[in-house]
């Protein structure tokens, strides 16, 4: 049917099954073709660049029974058959999961899920979904563990034992004041402050003195300060009228 209708065979499987495909045949298949006469010529010519299935039949046998034997009754090589053979495609109906691929006036193409294929996708999803704890550790053992993801690092700063120490600057001096006319106000008043602690510390220390020694000593105190009061108070107006005198 292919070299009747002139079209690339490969490239039509590959697009109908929309993947890359590995055309294969086995031997009673390519007796049959021979059987058929010089006609078949460039069909056997075609089948000769497909890989050799091996069938494991000595003798050839009739190509729907050797495809039969090949596909088994549950399909485990997980094979797609091409064949334009309806008996054929009858009985690989009744095997789950099996493809079949058939030319119907030039065109190519793929049946869809036969009835069997279909209750074995419900029983299995059934299965899946009531699976005991045993089914359930099969699976997650059979599962594909996902590898932890690794942490990116950053780039790395230098090392501080080799990096440098910054250079501290001096502070500078504070300046002095240079002001001596506060400088010397300042030393007048602390002086002046001196020399009147140091009369009230003589004025404290004579009137200890008066007491250590008796009556007639603290009176003797009593009078010198007198004396000394009334000196300062006579002294004072005099300086006063001195200069209203001479004037």
Known sequence: MAISHKFDIAKQLSTVAQGEVKLM???????SLYLAGKSQQPAVDLAKTFERRKCNHRDAIDPDDCLKDVVGEANKHRYVIVTQSQPLRNHLRRIPATPIIHINRSVMVLEPPSDATLRAKLLAEEKSLHASGSDLTLVQATAPKEEPKK???G?????????KKKKTQPTPPKA?????????SKGAELGKRKREEDDDHDDVGGDHAGTTDGAGTTGEAKKKRKRRRKAKQTSEPDDMA??????
């Open 25 to 31: 045949i086995t031997q009673c298949c390519i007796h």
């Open 151 to 153: 942490k990116k690092k």
């Open 155 to 163: 780039p790395k700063g230098p090392n501080p034992l080799s990096v």
């Open 176 to 184: 002095k004041t240079s002001d001596n006319g506060k400088n010397s």
């Open 242 to 247: 001195t200069p209203a005198t001479s004037a």
